[in-house]
Nanobody, 124 residues
């Protein structure tokens, strides 16, 4: 079993930045692919970014490319999502998730473990 605790959300003005963190425990962190997802009110959960076990491969949704950066520190069992140039449409609950799949995966169905979510609110 893997436990994920995500944090770092908050309220910012458009154009601002936030960094989300997700601490993992319960399994060797370098055996997990990690992803960030978000869900806005009335919308389906969507993939934002993902990173492979080693950190060598990443994925970004088109809507966040060039603004968000996913990274991981395997020594600290933590994955990060640096969010810059935030827009009002980025407002959502953000979730980190862990996948035991070997290859980098994007779809939520590949992710076995989920954090509790952290709220990000961007005001224009």
């Amino acid at each position: 079993q893997v436990q994920l605790v995500d944090s770092g959300g908050g309220s910012v003005q458009a154009g601002g930045s936030l960094r989300l963190s997700c601490a993992a425990s319960g399994r060797a962190f370098n055996s997990l692919g990690m992803g960030w997802f978000r869900q806005a009110p009335g919308k389906e959960r969507e993939s934002v970014a993902a990173i492979s076990r080693s950190g060598g491969s990443t994925y970004y949704a088109d809507s966040v490319k060039g603004r968000f950066t996913i990274s991981r520190d395997n020594a600290k069992n933590t994955v990060y999502l640096q969010m810059n140039s935030l827009k009002s449409e980025d407002t959502a609950v953000y979730y980190c998730a862990a996948s035991t799949a070997i290859a980098l995966r994007v779809a939520a169905s590949w992710y076995d473990f989920w954090g509790q979510g952290t709220q990000v609110t961007v005001s224009s």
